[in-house]
């Protein structure tokens, strides 16, 4: 455990109030001079800029000196300074380079605005080893959106921060195939892509039976991390310098080289975690036979490249979502060739290619015209406690549904709530609350943890999903209404044949598609009776074991090479 004294950046005069209090450091502006706040007024230092903005070349030229000499002049009169920033503050990049350049933990101060999602911003709010927020209705609101577990800063003047040892470098072993996982997000994170690559981290070896080990470096943190947990923080553009002097040239390149881009990585979350990637496993002696990288988000997919340079290792990219060729993406022509470039430059990286459904199969963009691609369906994990038949679903006379996650622009749940007025129908909605019921009854859970979700579904009837015009979606929520045992209503706006979901689903009992407006969902409630599915068989083959055991296959015949570094 290492104390580390806070120092807050903040011109908001409550914020600033607060961190007083609490007997904080308080760094104010005076135009483009810092100052402590309460101390001697001509104890400054010079900014050369009005924000540092390591993409806009704040460390190249005349200006990095100066702006080193702030964290100079930081150490100078503070003893460990840890750097509390708004994020896309004027001090936000100055942190994230003080993390990258001297090891400094920071902070993030949040007040009643949720900050806007640049990548900088999450960069920063993923990476931070503390949040400073003084009103709890704050605080309530930013998790309640935010999915990543975050760390309160305690009410003292000195702060303690765990020390958190990386594991242990591992050499290859004869007969066991090491498999290193790559996803940015991870853990308890409250993101639904989070649940493939833990089941992959926390099942591989024991599926395996010892053929194969797991390690999982991802960007954010796990309040009790396993063994094997490599936690690399997102550092955005600061991950491109070295130590505390100018950006190299090759650093200034690959930024001009970014700016003039159509669909730049530096525009989207990770796009710079790569370098910090490639630094982390550049200062180990790690060896690794099979390399797994899974997305959204995609930008670190080429550290695949990386992977087969540092370890000869075989590469597998995974994407959850389709990337280039989105159809729900809206990008420029020339924004979308420029992706198509990047893909297929993933893709030329990887030994194979893996998708969740067929639809998001046609989607990818291949390298070569023989690029292999295998699908690796999503699932419900059979560990969890809730099992079809146990359900333990309240006899009622009215229906009550269920939708799990996100409700996206695209389909809007307004036709589904419009209907459900007048009825003797609930809704229980577990995701961001709904606002607008329009009449209808709704029971807004939040956000909770996976537990939950899985308790409070077992008490309904039917479990309700959208598919989009495009028909390329999974969603993991589907799975969670089978392990349930609930019926599952499909409100589509595409053709159903063509969807992802339309093949996976023939044959399954309790599965109605119905058209995403007011007057077809309410005819279909009008004749609808819930039905109990109690057969585990029902299920079954919807589980993470079985799509598991795809990746497990590729991985035992990946890691088959006998090519040794």
Known sequence: MRYHTPVVFSDDPAIAEAASRR????????????????????????????????????????????????????????????????????????????GASRGWPFGVWLDHQFPIGSPGAI????SAAGFFVPKAEDLDAFTSRWPVAIRELPDTPLVPLPERPAPEALT???????????????????????????????????????RVSVDLVTATEWPDPPERLHVVPDLGAAALTSGTGALESWAVQTLAGYRERAYSPSAHIAGFWTWQLEKYFDARDDHYDVVVLSGNPFAYFDFARYAKRRWYARTV?????????????????????DAVDSERGWNMEADVVTTVNEVTRRLVVKAE???????????????????PGTTG??????????????????????????????????????????????????????????????????????????????????????????L?????????????????????????EGVYWVHDDEESIGRFLD???????????????????????????????????????
Do not use: C
């Open 484 to 508: 349930a045992g609930l019926d599952l209503i499909l409100l589509h706006h595409g053709t159903v044949e063509d969807s992802a979901l339309h093949p996976m689903l023939d044959g399954v």
């Open 527 to 565: 004749g609808y009776t819930p039905q109990r599915h109690d057969d585990p068989d029902r299920a079954r083959r919807f589980s993470r074991e079985s799509s598991s055991r795809i990746l497990l296959d590729l991985i035992t015949e990946l890691g088959d090479h006998s090519f040794r570094r």
């Open 369 to 387: 015209p023989d690029t292999r691609i295998v699908v690796i369906p999503n699932g419900f994990d059979e560990r969890s406690t809730v099992a």
């Open 23 to 98: 007997g904080w450091k308080v760094i104010l502006r005076d135009g483009q001079l810092l100052r402590f706040a309460g101390l001697d007024p001509k104890q400054t230092v010079a900014m050369p800029e009005p924000s540092l903005r390591i993409e806009r070349g704040s460390l190249e030229g005349a200006s990095q000196p100066l702006w080193n000499n702030v964290l100079n002049w930081l150490t100078k009169h503070i003893h460990r300074p840890m750097p509390i920033v708004e994020p896309n503050g004027y001090a936000m990049d100055l942190a994230l380079w003080a």
């Open 172 to 210: 290859r072993e004869d007969g066991v195939t090491r498999v290193l996982l790559v996803g940015y997000y991870s853990g308890p994170a409250a993101t639904v892509g989070v649940q493939r690559v833990n089941y992959w981290f926390e099942q591989l070896a024991q599926l395996s039976e010892g």
């Open 123 to 126: 960069a920063l709010l993923t």
């Open 317 to 337: 990219v995974d994407y959850r979502d389709p990337f280039a060729l989105n159809p729900r993406a809206s990008l420029s022509d020339e924004a979308r060739a």
């Open 393 to 482: 679903r309240p006899s009622s006379d009215g229906v009550r549904l269920g939708h799990a996650g996100q409700v996206f622009a695209q389909t809007p749940i307004d036709p589904l709530l419009r209907s459900l007025q007048g009825r003797d129908i609930e809704l229980h909605h577990l995701g961001l609350p709904i606002a607008q019921t329009h009449g209808a009854r709704v029971v807004n859970h939040g956000r909770v943890d996976r537990d939950t979700v899985l308790s409070t579904l077992a008490g309904l009837d039917a479990g309700v999903a959208y598919v989009t015009e495009s028909g390329i979606e999974t969603p993991t929520k589907v799975f969670d209404y089978l």
